[in-house]
């Protein structure tokens, strides 16, 4: 199963790689290279199909619980100024994801979107200290009535060059759900009030929409 973000790009990935196959029978007599270059057109695909792949996963709603919105490894753990909505210290949990992860990105939560916002910006590596404030990234605010509000932000890498995300002012959102992909990129950063249980360690692997972050 794909993600519906990369039908266009698998489309032309398929047609990329059945023309080359063709064209490296046709002109290339060396057997060795042809045969190099038709396993190097092969990789790329399989690299693009399994970059879009989107596994169905069957989540346990639990108001009480923080789920991961994405795939990756947990890098960041620590108390910190939550400049662009709250403006006050916050619980942040940051989840990298390496090319192989998978990208969808689900809702932590479910909830009311209180603010959906969209800020062009660089392609710093995910892991610069800069990259939450200076890359292209998305803030959205989900709020319930056992956490209050939490803020999650999609934020753009090297490889990156879009963000897709659902989520608007609003809408009713239901936890685990799709809400967003982020296209070759690379980081989640999640915003939560103090005093949350946080359930994760530094450099825990995370499966979005089953991995537990934090509890209440």
Do not use: C
């Amino acid at each position: 199963m794909f993600h519906k973000e990369g039908y266009k790009i698998i489309f032309i990935a398929l047609v990329s790689f059945i023309a080359g196959i063709v064209l490296v029978d046709k002109f290339i007599e060396i057997s060795w290279l042809k045969m190099a270059l038709q396993l190097v057109f092969l990789f790329l695909l399989v690299m693009i199909l399994q970059f879009f792949r989107n596994p169905k996963r069957v989540v346990d709603i639990v108001e009480n619980n923080i789920i991961a919105p994405v795939d990756g490894k947990v890098v960041v753990i620590e108390e910190v100024y939550e400049a662009e909505y709250f403006k006050d210290k916050r619980l942040q949990v940051s989840i990298f994801m390496s090319p192989i992860n998978v990208h969808v990105t689900r809702y932590a939560m479910s909830g009311k979107i209180n603010f959906s916002k969209y800020h062009p910006g660089k392609y710093l590596v995910a892991w610069h200290p800069k990259a939450s404030t200076e890359n292209e990234r998305t803030t959205v605010v989900i709020e319930n009535n056992v956490f209050g509000e939490i803020l999650y932000r999609q934020i753009a890498g090297a490889l990156a060059k879009r963000i897709v995300n659902y989520a608007e002012e609003g809408m009713q959102v239901i936890q685990g759900e799709d809400a967003g992909f982020i296209k070759f990129g690379s980081r989640v950063d999640l915003y939560l009030p103090l005093g949350t249980q946080i359930n994760v360690k530094l450099n825990q692997k995370a499966i979005g929409g089953k991995t537990i972050i934090a509890v209440k």
